[in-house]
């Protein structure tokens, strides 16, 4: 994918998001130019320094105004671009609309992205950031889940775990994405990471850093999440942007892809913490044993690591990068 534009130029939507902010600093740092967009903002109040600041950006990062209300609004974003990252999708974790409303837009924005891709003439691949959510959710005994598994829309609407909404868009927009790019002979993978972590460079701290740290956030009444984390997958968010990277680059990738290279039960995230952070008052593996919540299944990323793919961090870093950036940031 080498042009006269270093390796070439990739959109990638939702840029100011912590994922989206990640994977275009990765992109720059790896001689690529990038248009993101953005949602409009008329009033200019929105701070984009820390995306503006980053190293190459002055003369590689072009930013545009979308919305995925608005599929067509994507178009100059993805002109002349070799390669898409979809990463922006709606997130109404309170639940403020209603699921049919969630997952219309995301389907229809992701399909008008991929229409633009096909008439641009020029983007060879679209990656789409799907969700360990859209793998995980499906009644059944499993305790292992590949590419193969997939949630199940009718079970997510009857039982309503937390974030079910969210759970049901992007199932069916993977599916919806994954079905277009077969029909129109265009190059559609999609990437379904579990729960993001580690350091970030968006302004806010994001929902998957803070919940992770539910444990190190004691003081500020987290415990009422700690049924969220009662076992956990994770996976640092330079790993997620690697690959990204990795399935842009590869020269024949296919379909699926999970992201997830390990889990943690709730009492070994104490027992971690405590271990190497004793400045924090982390609550005891013994006073976890009661909490209650949804056990998961193990999240296979073997496809990904068979391709050529290497996790380049382990639970520890992991958790290690996200509390120095959190203490950087004035959150710890």
């Not at 080498?2 to 994977?23: H, N, R």
């Not at 409009?40 to 979308?66: C, E, H, M, V």
């Not at 444990?215 to 009422?224: C, P, R």
């Amino acid at each position: 994918m080498e042009s006269s534009e270093g390796k070439g130029k990739i959109c990638v939507t939702g840029g100011t998001g912590f994922i989206a902010s990640w994977i275009i600093k990765r992109l720059l740092e790896d001689g690529y130019s990038v248009n993101t967009t953005i949602r409009s903002d008329p009033g200019r109040k929105r701070d984009l320094s820390f995306l503006t600041i980053l190293p190459g950006a002055a003369q590689k990062l072009k930013f545009f105004n979308a919305d995925l209300s608005d599929p067509e609004s994507f178009k100059d974003a993805i002109e002349g671009c070799v390669g898409v990252f979809h990463t922006a999708t709606p997130v109404d974790f309170e639940e403020n609309e209603s699921e049919e409303v969630v997952t219309r837009r995301t389907i229809e924005g992701a399909l008008g992205i991929l229409r633009a891709c096909v008439r641009s003439n020029t983007v060879k691949r679209v990656v789409y950031m799907s969700s360990a959510s859209a793998v995980i959710h499906n009644n059944k005994n499993d305790d292992v889940m590949d590419e193969s598994f997939w949630s199940d829309v009718d079970f997510l609407r009857s039982v309503k775990p937390f974030a079910w909404t969210y759970a049901v868009s992007k199932t069916l927009a993977e599916k919806a994405v994954l079905e277009f790019g077969e029909r129109n002979g265009l190059q559609v993978v999609s990437l379904m990471p579990s729960f993001v972590v580690g350091p970030f460079i968006c302004p806010k701290i994001p929902g998957s850093v803070h919940l992770s740290l539910s444990l190190v956030f004691v003081d500020a009444g987290e415990k009422d999440q700690y049924g969220l984390i009662l076992r956990a997958h994770m996976v640092h968010v330079d790993d997620v942007a690697r690959a990204h990277i990795f399935l842009l680059e590869h020269p024949n990738p296919k379909g699926r892809y999970n992201c997830s290279p390990f889990i943690v039960s709730i009492e070994d995230m104490s027992e971690l913490l405590s271990a190497k952070h004793p400045e924090f008052q982390i609550p005891s593996k013994e006073s976890l044993k009661e909490i209650k919540g949804y056990k998961l299944p193990d999240l296979c990323s073997k496809k990904l690591m068979d391709a050529g793919f290497e996790f380049k961090y382990g639970l520890e870093q992991t958790f290690d990068d996200a509390i120095q950036c959190c203490k950087e940031k004035g959150y710890l």
